[in-house]
C-alpha cells in the first residue's frame, strides 16, 4: 500500500489507495500520537510519502523511514490531478491555499512558483471567532455564521455614498469592521462571525486577485480545510473574485492536494 501524508499546522491529511480508488482522511495535527497509532494499525506494511510542516514531527513519531517531500511540489501536483476531473479545466492560473495561513502561487505548464501569501487564513477565522465571540469549534463557527448579517459590523462603499453615486461598486467592503462605531449594539454572535469570514475572504481573494494581474491570469483555483462545509466563506470568494474581475475555482477536495502530491510521487 501507498500512503500520502500531509502534515499541516492544524490538520494532518491523508490520502491512500483502496481498490484503484484514491481514499482521504483527516485528524487533528493536535491529536499526533492517536494519528500515528491509527496508520500504524491500518497500514501495517506501507509506503509512505510525507509532506507539511509537521513532516519531521510526524516521522519522529512514525519511527519508520519515509520518502519526504516538498509542500508546495506536493500541493501543485495533486492540485492538477485533482483539476482533471473538473470541466474545463484552466492551463495556467493562481493557486491560492486557505490553510492556517494562505500561501498563493503561479501554475503555468512549465512550472510553478510560490508568489507570496498572506498571515490571514483558516487560523485568522478560528482565532478571531473565539475571541469575538466565544465560539471555537469549527463546526459551530462555520454553522453559524451564514445566519450572520455583515452590514452592522462592515462598512461598505454604499454606506459611505449614502445614496449618491459611487464612484467604484457600492458593494465593495470599504472598511472591514470599519461600521462599528462607539457601543454597537444588536449585533448578534453570528454576525461577528460572518465578518470575521468577510475579512478573511476579502484579504485572501485580494492577495488572488492582485497576482493574477500581475501575471496575466484570470483563473485563481482556491484550496485549503478552510473552505470545509464553510459555505459562507466559498461563498465571499467566488463572488469577491467574480466583482474583481477573475475567474474563482473552488477545487473539491483541494484540502487534501498535499496528501495527494505525497500519494502519487511514491
Ligand atoms: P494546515 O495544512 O496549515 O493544517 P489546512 O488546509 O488543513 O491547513 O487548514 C486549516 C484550517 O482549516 C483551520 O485553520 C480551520 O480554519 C479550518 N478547519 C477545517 N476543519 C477543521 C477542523 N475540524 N478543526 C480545525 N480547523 C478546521
Request: hydrophobic share 40%; proline share 3%.
Amino acid at each position: 500500500t501507498k500512503v500520502g501524508i500531509d502534515a499541516g499546522g492544524t490538520l494532518i491529511k491523508i490520502a491512500y489507495l483502496k481498490n484503484d480508488k484514491v481514499e482521504l482522511v483527516k485528524f487533528p495535527s493536535s491529536q499526533m500520537s492517536f494519528t500515528v497509532s491509527w496508520l500504524h494499525e491500518k497500514f501495517p506494511a506501507a509506503r509512505f510519502c510525507v509532506t507539511g510542516g509537521k513532516s519531521d514531527v510526524l516521522q519522529r513519531h512514525l519511527q519508520l523511514s519515509v520518502l519526504k517531500m516538498a509542500e508546495f511540489e506536493a500541493t501543485c501536483k495533486g492540485v492538477l490531478f485533482l483539476l482533471q476531473e473538473t470541466e474545463d479545466m484552466p492551463q495556467e492560473f493562481v493557486l491560492t491555499n486557505v490553510g492556517t495561513g494562505t500561501s498563493v502561487h503561479i501554475v503555468r505548464p512549465d512550472g510553478h512558483f510560490r508568489i507570496g501569501g498572506t498571515g490571514v487564513g483558516g487560523g485568522t477565522l478560528l482565532g478571531l471567532s473565539r475571541l469575538l465571540t466565544e465560539v471555537s469549534d469549527y463546526d459551530d463557527i462555520v454553522r453559524l455564521a451564514p445566519q450572520g448579517v455583515r452590514d452592522r459590523v462592515d462598512l461598505k462603499v454604499s454606506h459611505i455614498y449614502e445614496g449618491s453615486e459611487p464612484p467604484i461598486s457600492g458593494d465593495l467592503t470599504a472598511s472591514n469592521f470599519g461600521n462599528i462605531t462607539g457601543i454597537s449594539s444588536g449585533i448578534e454572535t453570528p454576525d461577528y462571525l460572518a465578518s470575521v469570514i468577510g475579512l478573511v475572504g476579502e484579504t485572501v481573494t485580494t492577495v488572488s486577485v492582485h497576482a493574477a494581474m500581475q501575471h496575466g491570469l484570470s483563473a485563481i483555483v482556491y484550496i485549503g480545510s478552510s473552505f470545509i462545509g464553510n459555505e459562507a466563506l466559498a461563498k465571499v470568494v467566488a463572488d469577491y473574485t467574480i466583482l474583481r474581475g477573475a475567474h474563482p475555482l473552488l477545487l473539491k477536495n483541494g484540502e487534501y492536494s498535499g496528501a495527494i502530491g505525497a500519494l502519487l510521487s511514491i
